[in-house]
C-alpha cells in the first residue's frame, strides 16, 4: 500500500561495537583534531564595501528579545526534563568510541564543559585565523544562551564489558524493542548516549550539537538525530495557556501531570534514594524516545467525528467527549460515569493510556513532545510526525506499560513508530566539581567519590 513507510535500503556497515568499526571511527576523530592544529593556508579576502542599511529588506535578522533567557546549569536535576518547553527541540544519539575508562572520564568531563558554555553563553576564544575557528559562528561572534538546554542521557549499550559499569546498570533500562505496530529502522534507534536539545531558536539547537561533535571527534559518533519543533502561541488575558497541536490536529499534553508539583515529581518522575535501583541513580530518570510517523493524508480523509472518537477528545477545545458545554482540554473525563463507553469509546487513545483508576496512577508519565517534517517519502507522501520524549521514574511501570495498552488502538491505522530508544537521564551537575556520570564512575571505581 502505498500509505506505508518506504523499506528502507541499508547500505553494509560494521557492527556498531565491533573493534574494526571502533578502531576507524575513532582514527577519523582523531584525524579531525590533527586537522583542526593545521594551518589553512587561505590567502585573507579583500576588504568589501558596505551595504546599506537593511530598512525593510526582508532578509533583515529577526529581533527578539528572549535570546537572552537562561536556564540554571546546576542542580540536583538536569535541566530540559520539567523545563518549560521552548519552540524548538532535538534527540541525537551517539556511539561511544571511548576504549579505556579514563577515555570515557574524559568523555563526560568535556561535555559538561560544552554543555555548561553552551547553556551560559558567551565569547569562544579567539584563534589565529589562519587555524579552524573555535565556534561555528552560525550564533554570531558571541553565543546567546536563547533558553538552551542540554540534557545527556545513557542507553543499556553503554552497560556492556568495555568499562565495568555492567553491575551498575540501572535496573529497567533496556534496549527497546518493536510492539506489534512498530516498524524500526535500525538505523534510527538505541545508542550508547542520548543528547536531548532544547532552545527558542533550531539555530541555538544546532550550534550546540555542532558544538559537542566538534569538540569530541575521538569519543563520540553520531548514530542517528531527529529534530522537531512546536508552534508558539501567544499568551491570551484571562485563560490557561493552552496544549500544543501535534500534526494530526489534536492538542499534544492535556493530561500531563504538573511539573512545578515537586511532590509528584518526585514520586512519578525522579528516582529516589533508598530503592530499588542504585544509589548512583538518584536524581535522575528514565527517558524513552519514540520517532512516530503520521499518516498525515489518510488522517485528512477520516470524518471529524471519527478522529475525535479515535482520540476520546474534541478536536478544536481539546475537551474529553463527556464534557459538556463550555468544556476545556483540563477537564477530567470521567470515565466511570459512561461505563458502556457511549461518549468516550472504550478503545479511544486516552481511555486506553490513562483509565484513570486508582491502579493507572502508578503508570503516569511526562511527556515532552515535538512535531517533525522531514520532506518528502519515495511515495509522494509526507514524511512527518511526532518526536516523542516521555520520562519517568521506572521505565516499566511508565512508558512501557502504557504503550501495551495502547497496542491495537484504532488511533494504530494513522501512525506508525519508526525509531527511537530507551535511556536514563542521569542526575543533575551539583556544583562546579562535578560533571556529567560523576556518580556512576565513582560506583563504578573509575573516579574518586565525592568528598
Known sequence: MIDEPDSPVREPRLKPYSPVRRDILKALGLNALALAGMMAGVAPRPGLAREPAAGGNVATAPVSDRTAEKQPFLGEHQAGVVTPRPACGMVASFDVLA?????????????TERTRFLMEGGTPPVRDPRFPPTDSGILGPVVIPDNLTVTV????????????????????????????????????????LSIQLCANTADTTIHALRDIVKNLPDLLWLRWKQEGAV????????????????FLGFRDGSANPDANDTALMNRILWVQRGGEEPEWMAGGTYQAVRIIRNFVERWDRTPLREQERIFGRARDSGA???????????????????????????????????????????NLILRRPFNYSNGVTKSGQLDMGLLFICYQ????????????????????????????????????????NDFFARPLLAAAHLVPAAG
Request: contains cysteine; hydrophobic residues 30%; aromatic residues 8%.
Open 320 to 362: 474529553p467527549l463527556d464534557g459538556g458545554p463550555g468544556a476545556s482540554e483540563f477537564d477530567v473525563p470521567d470515565f466511570g460515569r459512561d461505563p458502556d463507553g457511549v461518549h468516550t469509546p472504550h478503545d479511544s487513545h486516552i481511555r486506553l493510556a490513562n483509565p484513570r483508576t486508582p491502579e493507572s496512577e502508578t
Open 393 to 432: 521514574a521506572n521505565l516499566l511501570n511508565g512508558f512501557i506499560t502504557v504503550q501495551r495498552r495502547l497496542d491495537g488502538e484504532p488511533l494504530e491505522e494513522y501512525i506508525k513508530p519508526v525509531g527511537g530508544g530507551y535511556f536514563f537521564t542521569l542526575p543533575g551537575v551539583r556544583d562546579e
Open 153 to 192: 542521557s545513557v542507553g543499556s549499550s553503554l552497560f556492556d564489558g568495555r568499562f565495568g559499569l555492567g553491575p551498575f546498570r540501572p535496573k529497567y533500562l533496556e534496549r527497546m524493542t518493536a510492539f506489534p505496530n512498530d516498524a524500526l529502522n535500525a538505523d534510527l534507534c538505541h545508542g550508547d
Open 99 to 111: 576504549q579505556t575508562p579514563d577515555e570515557l572520564v574524559r568523555l563526560f568531563r568535556t561535555l
Open 231 to 246: 508552534p508558539v502561541l501567544p499568551e491570551v488575558p484571562d485563560r490557561p495557556a493552552e496544549s500544543a497541536r501535534n
